[in-house]
């Protein structure tokens, strides 16, 4: 079985986001980079059925310019077999899902993870348009995944609870806690990534029909009313009066 | 040319997002025809009206009453030509999204999901989505003719046009390889408040000790007609369930009311909380970080604060 693993490139959930060039750039400095959040469960999953299935392989891809090399480093340290470099800019879903959607296809992957969402572009549309693009089923997001030869049973969130669904390979899953429990790269896994191949490809000409004019931030918030905890009248009539919620 | 918006129901009643959905697509100007899938009460299509559809297609067949997002993909691709709509409007969900990256891609349609507000058409058509789960925006110039947009809670308001709709039976064939996924079993939680759709939301943080005490939050919740929530180490501790944790890593909430109580506010909790209209912060330590995302803070017990607040609430009806 041949397992392909999409990860992002994306600032750290604790960052500060900033944007420079008359806000048409995220403003990378000071900013710690690591594996998408979401990818990260897919890809703790992927060496999981791995390490359960005879024969099967890892490869992880990403969209993205050379400065995503330590991150698909690290995916390489924590198992991954081999990886693939898309060289371009991830500009957007439709753009990065007809790149991943080019590999899978040449690779023969029988089994697609990758995050419910990127946690810069929140789009959560990729794995639906991968999918759709090798038209092949796809589910997201993906809360359980256990195999049994060519089937899958999965579980997916819904709103306000949960779906059990069972579909046939080849299939695209886009993961979430609780697939599988994060894996940290150990010494052994972090000196063998290096020799790991990691293949570069330049990317698919695409027009997606989406082109990005400018990035804002919003307003900033004003300040906090302090309310006595033993007046939580008060509280009533500012919500009732002032802000009009209840 | 009419807009054709994706309706979506819940117990024969339709989403509050998919009006939201239906206003949004009065508001770009022009004719709007919703279509909805699987069992629906008629007078709640005909509703819809309301809200500014002149028209609801109604796909009837019982195989849809589930929601399989492949063969809605290719009912929507087919009720796309048949109005001869350019534009499909829906409201992000674990349904909607699916589809409208399916129905993008099957009619070379420009894409944009998590859009908070209506397109500025002054230069082209330009939407704003919600990016990094909450901290900014980005302007996006849909190009296309083609569009599929996807939408946050609270893109637009669901306000009466006072209107009224014609509800037409549909019926599209579609192939048996849309309903490869088969789907076992689903588990909901009924006749709460869901919290995704939650106009307001009590949600407890470890500040509360233990699961025994969610008692008082959902007494809280009970008079407020609030959903709960709780924040990332309470469902992983097994306090809650997974589908109520709010958050980077959860589900994000955008209500007009958010009350935290016992959460100090830490970034990955505050980023799945950024949309709220107002904040309420009640936590006993006056350092707790999610102050200062806060419109209103009680610094104090939540033991004791919720009951008493629980019963002002009660006598301020």
């Not at chain 2, 339709?14 to 009460?41: M, Q, R």
């Not at chain 2, 500014?52 to 399989?68: E, M, R, Y």
């Not at chain 2, 579609?174 to 759709?197: H, M, Q, R």
Request: proline fraction near 5%.
């Amino acid at each position: 079985m041949k397992i392909l693993v999409c990860i992002t490139h994306v600032p750290d959930t604790t960052s500060k986001i900033n944007f420079i060039e008359g806000n048409t750039k995220f403003d990378p400095s000071g900013v710690q980079f690591i594996i998408g959040p979401y990818d990260d469960y897919a890809l703790a999953r992927a060496i999981e059925l791995k390490e359960a299935t005879a024969g099967a392989t890892v490869t992880v891809l990403n969209v993205g310019p050379a400065d995503t090399e330590p991150t698909i480093r690290k995916a390489l340290a924590i198992g991954a077999d081999d990886a693939i470099r898309i060289n371009a800019e991830p500009t957007d879903s439709f753009f990065v899902a007809t790149q991943i959607a080019q590999e899978a296809k040449a690779g023969n992957y029988t089994l697609i993870l990758m995050g419910r969402e990127s946690i810069d572009f929140n789009g959560g549309v990729v794995h639906s348009l991968v999918g759709e693009m090798l038209g092949i089923p796809s589910v997201s997001p993906v809360m359980k995944l256990e195999l049994s030869g060519n089937v899958a049973k999965l579980t997916r969130e819904i709103e306000g609870g949960k779906e059990e669904v069972e579909v046939s390979l080849p299939l695209v899953a886009g993961c979430q806690e609780p697939i599988a429990e994060w894996k940290i790269p150990n010494m052994r896994g972090i000196m063998s990534a290096r020799t790991k191949p990691l293949k570069v490809v330049e990317p698919k000409t695409v027009d997606s029909g989406v082109k990005l004019q400018k990035f804002e931030l919003p307003p900033p918030k004003g300040a906090v009313k302090m309310i006595a905890a033993d007046n939580v009248a008060e509280l009533v009539n500012l919500l009732k009066n002032e802000a009009k919620v209840i | 040319m009419p807009t054709l918006v994706f309706v979506e129901s819940a117990e024969g009643k339709i989403k509050k997002t998919s009006l939201e959905a239906v206003a949004y697509a009065h508001a770009l100007g022009t004719p709007v025809t919703a279509i909805a899938l699987g069992a629906v009460d008629t007078a709640e299509l005909e509703s819809l009206g309301k809200y500014g559809a002149q028209k609801v297609l109604h796909v009837a067949d019982s195989k849809f009453n589930q929601g399989v997002i492949q063969a809605y993909a290719s009912v929507l691709t087919q009720a796309l030509a048949d109005e001869k709509a350019d534009i499909l409007v829906l409201a992000d969900s674990s349904l909607g999204t699916p589809i409208a990256a399916r129905v993008a891609a099957r009619t070379g349609s420009s894409l944009a999901s998590n859009v908070v507000a209506l397109p500025d058409t002054s230069t082209g058509f330009v939407v704003k989505r919600s990016i990094y789960t909450g901290k900014a925006f980005a302007n996006v110039a849909l190009n296309n003719a083609k569009k599929v947009i996807s939408l946050k809670k609270n893109a637009a308001e669901a306000k009466e046009v006072g209107g009224a709709a014609s509800v037409t039976p549909y019926t599209v064939s579609v192939p048996d390889a849309d309903f490869a996924v088969k789907i076992l079993s689903s588990e909901k939680a009924t006749g709460e408040v869901l919290l995704p759709e939650a106009n307001i939301v009590v949600s407890g943080g470890r500040g509360m000790k233990g699961p025994e005490h969610w008692g008082m939050l959902e007494d809280l919740a009970k008079v407020l007609h609030a959903a709960t929530g709780c924040s990332k180490p309470v469902s992983d501790l097994g306090w809650r369930p997974h589908h109520e944790h709010v958050g980077q890593t959860g589900v994000k909430v955008a209500p007009q009311l958010y009350v935290a109580v016992g959460i100090s506010g830490a970034i990955q909790h505050l980023a799945g909380v950024n949309s709220s209209k107002y904040i309420v912060v009640i936590n006993k330590d006056a350092e707790a970080p999610f102050f200062k995302a806060a419109d209103y803070g009680i610094v104090g017990d939540a033991f004791e604060v919720i009951p008493k607040l629980t019963e002002a609430l009660k006598a301020a009806k």
